[in-house]
């Protein structure tokens, strides 16, 4: 029988309003109030010994890696409370003692469900048995894991080509699950493995990759203390990457100049009130950074341009490394000097006299970090714009050295181990070879799909099985509506979960929700306690150990429930001993090491404290690109406008969420509280629509001739460029075109949508 499609529209986010409460945006982050703030959430939600004891065996050598952002730990000393107020937040969640049973999902459809919040979701507490939705019924039920696993296997048999099943990864996923969930995937015989990354910093991979050579950061946590000079661009770490923040206060001890890019004045880029220290309790902080520009949004290629240009006029290039370590630099000087800086200050909305400062302060370090994330990434020229960034460092000889160098700050914990591991839907002929000699079998060679191009194979009927390891598809991928629509043509969608989320609401024919362990429980194999690994954001591998006892005995972890599913679906197809991985986590470490380089003596080293770095030659100066040298990359200066009456909307995070997970309803940097369903306006974008602070609009995106409406919203007067505008991911999804994608890397536009602002009921 064929898939009866689900009424779409309805698992969208709910439209209400909650209460807006204004107060000023604040310039320093954390303090005492962050300190305050993390232990009401642990205690409040988790319970005070549970609570405490997760807390504090975060980021501790052999304890649990941090389930947040993937900010490194420092190598040598540890503080004993090596986290920040958005990390305890995830623990907390994660902690979560609260519990769902089958009572509660007897008592709920799914559309009373959809009906409520993302807040109230993950209010609910943790999920403890596996859950079936079966065809025609609108409530979740009860089902044994073997049941379970057949289900999906059986869906997957049935299908006409391996390529209609879509494995879906987010970040958060072990190392040890990842390499054998893509194993599984290829062995069942497809590349269809989108990720969250293909949303987050596939465009820094792709920009990367044929620059340096490698699609990851050449800096280390240690670099930041020998800086002389850190830029900062589209990224909000006093958020996001809170413990960044003691990396830049060192920074600024040692005496680096910072330079903030970004639209916002976010608090954690102004200063730095350090809750480890005495002194971060009282006074005003550490003053973070020297110059602040507030650049247009998509302007920052022009920005980088104009610095460029204002190198070469001083003969600040580095010719001696230019010649040695570099090509392709005489075709990027040809292509800075077909750019004017009418141009540049007209597309940027930087002053020249700030494009000059900015420049002096290049052309005066020797070491040079660039740090950037997603206001660098979601955009349709984000692969050109971070080559940009490239050619800016490479002109300044500064990457391969101590203190200088390239920096994408990632974002999921786990989020670059896990493409490490082969979560790739273009892997590397390389990497295949070797995994087809190690287990014996000849891998799809065919490229898969990615996330955007899985949401139009579902919604086309060419992908029918969407498994998903984590994340929340539905709330976290583009064009809410048509992503809906998509998952609703499929067969059969199945999350393995820790938490109630959208995802589980908008379904296929069938759905099933798998429930994991959590990072912070303890993850007991055959009498044995059990630990994974990850990599973080400068390529560091560490253990990660849960201690707290699991929410529920039905708890799988992600391994066991991988390890399932491809014995229940490949049977004796498959020649790998999922029995012994699921039993003893240290044989497939063994065989990570014997497939991906750089994992040598992988067991031995993963149980060092601190783990160790993986290989990586930029660092170093030796850059293995097709031609050994890194590479310039000259592009034209494309153009980002819109048109007249249009503002550029960017979707942001605020400081009371991960991702689509919200822990609550405030953000507290920005003073603006108790209401998500916001847009931030320059003043004059405001009263050139004969709109006031606080009326309350609908927003329309366009693109190429479609329209997108999401309502309602209130209107906050912001400190932002004259034409740009904000809102809050996940709820304004629905207006990001699922059509509108970086060129190069597929990656949405979240940063950038075109949008009208009308007077709800005009
Ligand atoms: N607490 C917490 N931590 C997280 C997350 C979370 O949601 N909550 N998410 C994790 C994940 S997966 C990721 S990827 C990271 C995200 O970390 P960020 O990239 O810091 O997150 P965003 O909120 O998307 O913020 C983007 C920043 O870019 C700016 N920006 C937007 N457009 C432009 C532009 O065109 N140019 C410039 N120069 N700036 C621009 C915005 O003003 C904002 O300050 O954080 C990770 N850590
Ligand atoms: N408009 C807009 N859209 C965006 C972005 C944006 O800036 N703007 N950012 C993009 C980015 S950078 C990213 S990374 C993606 C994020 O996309 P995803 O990674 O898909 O989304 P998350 O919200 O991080 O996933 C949260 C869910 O993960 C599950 N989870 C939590 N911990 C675990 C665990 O240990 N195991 C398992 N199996 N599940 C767990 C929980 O049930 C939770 O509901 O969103 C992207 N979407
Ligand atoms: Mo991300």
Not at 330 to 351: D, M, P, W, Y
Not at 389 to 411: D, E, F, T
Request: aromatic share 6%.
């Amino acid at each position: 029988m064929d898939p009866q499609p689900q009424p779409a529209g309805d698992g969208l986010c709910p439209e209400d309003l909650t209460g807006l409460k204004l107060g000023a945006a604040k310039t320093a982050a954390a303090g005492p109030k962050a300190v305050a703030v993390s232990m009401a959430h642990v205690i409040g939600t988790a319970g005070f010994r549970r609570g405490l004891r997760a807390l504090f065996t975060l980021n501790q050598k052999e304890g649990v890696d941090c389930p947040s952002c993937a900010w490194p730990d420092p190598d040598a000393h540890r503080a004993t409370a090596e986290f920040c107020e958005n990390g305890a937040k995830a623990v907390a969640w994660e902690a979560d003692a609260r519990k769902l049973t089958a009572d509660f999902f007897r008592a709920h459809s799914v559309d009373d469900l959809a009906r409520e919040t993302d807040y109230w979701h993950g209010q609910q507490g943790r999920l403890t048995e596996p859950l079936v939705l079966r065809p025609g019924s609108r409530h979740y039920e009860p089902i044994g894991w073997d049941d379970a696993i057949e289900l999906v296997a059986g869906e997957l048999n049935a299908l006409g080509s391996p390529d209609e099943a879509l494995f879906y990864t987010s970040g958060r996923t072990s190392n040890e699950a990842a390499f054998l969930y893509q194993l599984f995937a290829r062995q069942f015989g497809t590349n269809n493995l989108p990720d969250c990354s293909n949303m987050c910093h596939e465009s820094s991979g792709s920009a990367l990759g044929p620059t340096v050579g490698i699609g990851k950061g050449t800096v280390k946590l240690e670099d930041f203390a020998k800086a002389q000079l850190i830029l900062i661009l589209g990224q909000n770490p006093g958020t996001n990457h809170p413990r960044m923040l003691t990396a830049l206060q060192a920074a600024k001890r040692a005496g680096a100049t910072i330079v903030a890019v970004n639209p916002l004045k976010e608090a954690g880029l102004l200063a730095f009130k350090n809750p480890q220290e005495v002194r971060g309790w009282l006074g005003s902080g550490t003053p973070l950074t020297d110059l602040y520009l507030q650049v247009r949004i998509g302007g920052d290629q022009a920005l980088l341009k104009g610095v460029m240009k204002a190198l070469v006029a001083r003969g600040a290039v580095d010719r001696a490394f230019v010649a040695e370590k570099t090509d392709g630099y005489e075709a990027l000087a040809a292509s800075l000097e077909t750019v004017t800086s009418e141009q540049i200050v007209a597309q940027s909305g930087i002053a020249r006299e700030a494009i000059e400062q900015l420049a002096e302060l290049v052309a005066k370090s020797e070491r040079v970090i660039a740090c950037w994330a997603m206001g660098l990434t979601q955009h349709k020229h984000a692969v050109a714009t971070i080559q940009e960034v490239v050619n800016l460092l490479l002109m300044r000889g500064s990457i391969g050295k101590p203190g200088a160098g390239l920096c994408p700050v990632r974002g999921h914990s786990n989020v670059q181990g896990d493409r490490t591991m082969g979560i790739y839907e273009k892997p590397a002929a390389t990497f295949l070879d070797s995994l087809d000699r190690e287990f014996g079998f000849n891998a799809p060679r065919e490229h898969g799909l990615d996330t955007v191009d899985a949401i139009r194979a579902m919604r086309d009927g060419r992908a029918k099985v969407f498994f998903a390891l984590g994340g929340n598809f539905l709330s976290a991928t583009p064009d809410t509506a048509a992503t809906a629509a998509a998952l609703a043509n499929c067969r059969l969608t199945a999350h393995v979960s820790i938490k109630l989320n959208r995802s589980h609401l908008v379904t296929g024919h069938t759905a099933l929700i798998l429930p994991c362990l959590g990072r912070t429980e303890r993850d007991v194999q055959n009498g044995a306690e059990q630990f994974v690994t990850t990599e973080n954001s400068m390529g560091v591998v560490q253990m990660s150990k849960g201690s707290l006892v699991p929410a529920s005995r039905a708890l799988l972890s992600e391994v066991a429930i991988v390890c399932r599913l491809a014995r229940a679906t490949l049977g004796t197809r498959s020649q790998v001993p999922w029995i012994d991985f699921e039993s003893n986590y240290d044989l497939i470490r063994d065989r990570i090491e014997r497939v991906i380089p750089g994992f040598a003596d992988y067991n031995a080293r993963a149980r060092t404290p601190g783990g160790f770095y993986l290989p990586n030659g930029p660092r170093e100066g030796a850059f293995p690109t097709a031609t050994g040298k890194a590479r310039f990359t000259a592009h034209p200066l494309h153009e980002v406008r819109v048109e007249p009456g249009q503002l550029v909307m960017m979707t942001v995070r605020t400081h009371d969420q991960f991702n689509t997970t919200v822990y609550g309803l405030d953000d507290r940097y920005r003073g603006i509280k108790q209401e998500r369903r916001v847009v931030l306006m320059h003043a004059a974008d405001i009263a050139a629509r004969g709109l006031k602070a606080g009326d309350v609009v609908s927003l329309t995106s366009h693109y190429r001739g479609e329209t997108r409406v999401a309502r309602p919203f209130v209107v906050v007067e912001y400190d932002i460029p004259a034409g740009c505008c904000a809102t809050y991911f996940p709820e304004t999804n629905v207006l990001v075109p699922l059509d509108s994608t970086a060129d190069g890397s597929n990656t949405p536009t979240s940063k950038f949508v075109a949008v009208t602002v009308a007077r709800e009921g005009a």
